[in-house]
């Protein structure tokens, strides 16, 4: 099953990207490009959500057939 949680990711001063997620409880992931850090985030919450799917744990919302997603352009 495909879920949509949503990440924070900011760029610390070090230079490198931060990702970080109010949906998935412990989701940390770092990288040196937003892709990488995207990509990281991706496989630490597929195993956190496996960790954590017990029927205590908090749903999160199915993928719809229609979402937003920004897309980040460099020019």
């Known amino acids: 099953m495909e879920h949509i ?9 070090e230079g490198v990207y ?3 997620s109010d949906d998935v409880q412990g989701l940390v992931a770092q990288g040196r490009t ?3 850090t995207i990509e990281i985030a991706r496989d630490v919450a597929r195993k956190l959500i496996e960790a954590q799917s ?8 199915a993928v719809r057939d229609a979402f ?8």
């Open 34 to 36: 937003i892709q990488e």
């Open 18 to 20: 931060l990702a970080t």
């Open 68 to 75: 937003d997603y920004p897309l980040i352009v460099a020019t």
């Open 54 to 61: 017990d029927a205590s744990a908090k749903p999160l919302p």
């Open 5 to 13: 949680i949503q990440l924070h990711i900011e760029r610390l001063p």
